[in-house]
């Protein structure tokens, strides 16, 4: 092999079967998905955080409404935060409407989004099955099946048996430690590939125009008259009249540069991943009760992941007693598993909302805008995110999807309580 | 694990204590307005770096203790008793 790889200012090639088969045979480099280009020293917007959010309003912007004078900062590599430490589980099956349309709307966006982006996502819609335990369970998911079907969500309550034939390792016996008295069935929610969805809207978004800076870390932000001029970063200052906040972790962090206070508080999500073994696990399983959710991936490794740490930290260190909770509640559900080995744990970081909901939108500060507190549920909102702030940016008003997610919300005591969907349960 | 040292039992695994937030003083009922009780519910510092928490040693003493700690390292800067004056390190 003589080839090289080149970087080229060239927008990407159009992948395809045709071309994967005719560079097999020619042999030809593949172009770079996504150009490296000058900071400049002024833009029209500046998104803080190349995480899927970031990326995909940066790709709405351009697309939607063509602005493409944008610049994604990112202080590590794209997809380094949350975006890359999540557990891939996509759905929908949320408790309020305003929770249930928001994330339904973002279902239907990756649904079609490996044809939008030209970028194979490995979407698989295998279900989601979240197993309820003890009576509160039940009912607060029999609640949640009718808001659903309510506002045309696929879910429904179903039995034991069901689970059974659902999931043939499970043991849904009267003698497990924790007994399964039913499940919330959600046959729409699935998995999907989170770096490849990261790197489609990176090629696509950077196809159009849009700069892609990589570490580039903001530093600062410029209020000049109660307006955003600009940010400081660790290369130089950058001016620009609109600054997102799409970080996640560091969400406290960077609007305390523009002078917002935020109700966030940062917690670190710990999640496994065991050795590769073969397909035997279809849906996603979740139990609220053990704090656990598991999936298998197309490579066959089983993913878990968990509630957030007892307290709040910025630390992303794995720790042993994570690992062995987590072990110990999932041998309750599958016994069958006591062999697999555990490859590696890592984590992620959360801001925590007090009603477990995000934070969307325009701020006191003029041109500075919010795409925060994703708590545990930031990487299923992306594409719908990325849609709406684009929206909310061109035209200066919040769409009505995410009007709800003001930061006003918690002055004027509007909360949008999500905690029964989304404290555990992905 | 980090542990934490209690004031009244020494040190302890981090799992026997019910982690309280950022220690602070609840606003006067008489005198508070909807601002001031607003702040004080949602709107914490959250730092990245040395913050002040209150504790509780739910699987032992069960008394509440001042953690000084660094949110990104985890390590315990100091502890001392909540009638302790904030200059009080044990």
């Not at chain 1, 030209?118 to 607060?140: C, E, I, K, P």
């Not at chain 1, 002078?259 to 670190?268: A, D, I, L, N, R």
């Not at chain 2, 040190?11 to 001031?36: H, M, S």
Request: include cysteine; proline fraction near 7%.
């Amino acid at each position: 092999m003589t080839s090289t790889r080149r970087a080229t200012g060239r927008p990407a090639a159009r992948y395809s079967a045709a071309s994967l088969v005719g560079r097999g045979i020619t042999g030809r480099a593949w172009p770079r998905a996504w150009a490296v280009r000058e900071l400049r020293s002024s833009y029209d917007v500046v998104i803080v955080g190349g995480g899927v959010h970031g990326l995909a309003t940066a790709h709405y912007l351009a697309t939607n409404h063509g602005i493409t004078n944008v610049a994604v900062l990112e202080k590590g590599y794209i997809g380094g935060g949350g975006s890359g430490r999540n557990t891939a589980i996509l759905r929908s099956n949320y408790l309020t409407p305003e929770g249930i349309a928001f994330y339904d709307r973002s279902l239907a966006l990756y649904r079609d989004l490996a044809a939008d982006l030209n970028f194979n996502v490995m979407f698989s819609q295998r279900g989601h099955l979240t197993l309820a335990h003890n009576d509160a369970s039940l009912r607060t998911m029999r609640w949640r099946t009718e808001v659903n079907k309510l506002v045309g969500v696929d879910s429904e309550v179903i039995g034991p048996a069901d689970v059974a034939a659902l999931v043939p390792r499970m043991d849904v016996s009267d003698q497990a430690r924790y007994p399964i008295l039913g499940a919330l069935w959600h046959p729409p929610g699935g998995i999907i590939r989170h770096d490849a969805v990261v790197w489609g809207y990176a090629r696509a978004a950077s196809a159009r125009g849009v700069a892609i800076h990589q570490n580039t870390q903001v530093t600062g932000i410029d209020v000049v008259g109660g307006r955003v001029t600009g940010v400081q970063t660790n290369r130089g200052h950058v001016a620009a009249p609109v600054v997102v906040n799409c970080t996640a972790g560091w969400s406290t962090l960077i609007s305390d540069m523009a002078g917002v206070e935020m109700p966030v508080h940062t917690f670190p999500l710990q999640a496994a991943v065991t050795e590769p073994v073969q397909p035997f696990l279809t849906p996603v399983v979740v139990s609220g009760t053990l704090h656990v959710y598991v999936s298998q991936t197309d490579r066959g490794e089983l993913v878990f992941g968990a509630s957030v740490d007892p307290f709040a930290s910025y630390s992303t260190r794995g720790s042993l007693e994570f690992i062995e909770g987590l072990a110990g509640h999932v041998l309750h559900l599958m016994p069958s598993l006591h062999s697999l080995r555990v490859l590696r744990q890592w984590a992620g970081l959360c801001d925590m909302t007090p009603d477990y909901s995000p934070i969307m939108g325009p701020t006191p500060v003029g041109g500075f805008y919010l795409d925060v507190g994703w708590g545990t549920y930031g990487f299923k909102a992306g594409p719908v995110s990325g849609e709406q702030m684009a929206a909310c940016i061109a035209t200066g008003t919040p769409p009505d999807l995410i009007a709800p997610f003001a930061l006003s919300r918690f002055a004027d005591g509007r909360l949008v309580g999500e905690k029964g969907a989304a404290a555990v349960g992905h | 694990m980090i542990t934490l040292p209690c004031p009244w039992c020494g040190p302890r695994n981090v799992t026997e204590f019910a982690y309280g937030g950022e220690a602070g003083t609840r606003p006067d009922p008489a005198t508070a307005d909807p601002t001031t009780w607003r702040r004080y519910l949602y709107t914490q510092a959250n730092p990245a770096g040395p913050v002040t928490e209150t504790w509780l040693h739910r699987a032992g003493c069960r008394r509440f203790l001042i953690v000084d700690r660094d949110t990104t390292t985890n390590e315990i800067l100091a502890v001392r008793r909540p009638a302790d004056p904030p200059e009080v390190q044990r």
